[in-house]
C-alpha cells in the first residue's frame, strides 16, 4: 500500500505501462468499488443464484455466499463483484430492498476487510486472587 500511496503522489504522468504499480495491487484496489456485501440472504440462497441475480446488472467476476465453516450452512450474506463501477452502482440502486429467494435483501459497497487481531490468544496468566484479612 505504500508503494500505491507513493505512485499516487508522483501524479497523473505515471501510465499503466510504465508504472511502477503491479497489476495486482491496481486490481485489488478497484476491487473494493466493484465488490458489493449482500446482507438479509435466505439460507438457499447459492452461489450460482446470486451471481443469476444480479447478472441482469452487468458483468458478475464473482458471487459467493459466506458458510459457516462448522455446518456448512450459509450465514446469510455474501458478496458480488462486479467488472465495472457502473454496474456495480446499478446494482446498489436496483437490488437494495428486493425480495431473493423470499428474502428482502441489502445491498452496499463492500468495505475493507480490517484485522480483528485473529491468531493466537494473549496470555494473561491467573487471576489475582484477594484477601480480605
Known amino acids: 500500500m ?10 497523473p504522468g505515471l501510465s499503466t505501462s510504465s508504472s511502477i504499480i503491479p497489476p495486482a ?6 476491487a473494493l468499488t466493484t465488490k458489493l456485501f449482500v ?7 447459492t452461489d450460482k443464484g446470486l451471481q443469476e441475480a444480479f447478472s441482469q446488472y452487468g458483468q458478475v467476476v464473482e458471487a459467493q455466499v459466506v458458510s459457516d465453516r462448522v455446518s456448512d450452512r450459509s450465514k ?10 457502473d454496474e456495480a452502482h ?4 436496483e437490488m437494495n430492498g428486493k425480495a431473493l429467494n423470499g ?4 445491498v452496499d459497497y463492500a468495505k475493507p476487510k ?20
Do not use: H, W
Not at 90 to 93: C, L, Q, S, T
Open 2 to 11: 505504500a508503494l500505491l500511496r507513493r505512485a499516487v503522489r508522483l501524479g
Open 25 to 30: 495491487i491496481l486490481i485489488s484496489c478497484r
Open 39 to 45: 446482507g438479509g440472504l435466505s439460507f438457499y440462497t
Open 76 to 85: 446469510g450474506f455474501g458478496f458480488v463483484t462486479f467488472a465495472s463501477q
Open 90 to 93: 446499478k446494482a446498489v440502486e
Open 103 to 106: 428474502r428482502v435483501i441489502f
Open 114 to 133: 480490517s484485522d480483528y487481531g485473529g491468531g493466537m490468544p494473549i496470555a494473561r496468566g491467573p487471576p489475582n486472587l484477594k484477601n480480605d484479612s
